[in-house]
């Protein structure tokens, strides 16, 4: 049985740090692709960042490209995501996925397979 647990999240003022990780309950993580969503409140889910099994290829979305940096720990089987300079409009529900994507494009959320429960992130201005 596949478990993600994300854990990190917290309230932080604008132009704080935080670090996220999901703890990753499965013996394949070293062969899933992972990413990290978003969703805040009436807005649909977006994709924040993503990076392949390997740790090799990293994809960031728009809004976050250069404030946020994901990275993994096979041997630990968990993921993060180092989020810096935060701003109110990051306030939002944080998931994390796993997905056997491979060459295809890694911002579409049904191409994972696994999702844990979530984090919450509050950004106060």
């Known amino acids: 049985q596949v478990r993600l647990v994300e854990s990190g999240g917290g309230l932080v003022q604008a132009g704080g740090s935080l670090r996220l990780s999901c703890a990753a309950s499965?013996?394949?993580?070293?062969?899933?692709?992972m990413g990290w969503f978003r969703q805040a409140p009436g807005k649909e889910r977006e994709f924040v960042a993503a990076?392949?099994?390997?740790?090799?290829?990293?994809v960031y979305g728009d809004s976050v490209t250069g404030r946020f940096t994901i990275a993994r720990d096979n041997a630990m089987n968990t993921l993060y995501l180092q989020m810096n300079s935060l701003k109110p409009e990051d306030t939002a529900v944080y998931y994390c996925?796993?997905?056997?994507?491979?060459?295809?494009?890694?911002?579409?959320?049904?191409?994972?397979?696994?999702w844990g429960q979530g984090t919450q992130v509050t950004v106060s201005s």
């Open positions: 990076i392949s099994w390997t740790g090799g290829r990293t």
């Open positions: 499965m013996r394949s993580f070293s062969t899933y692709d």
């Open positions: 996925a796993a997905g056997l994507i491979g060459t295809r494009s890694p911002k579409a959320d049904d191409e994972y397979t696994y």
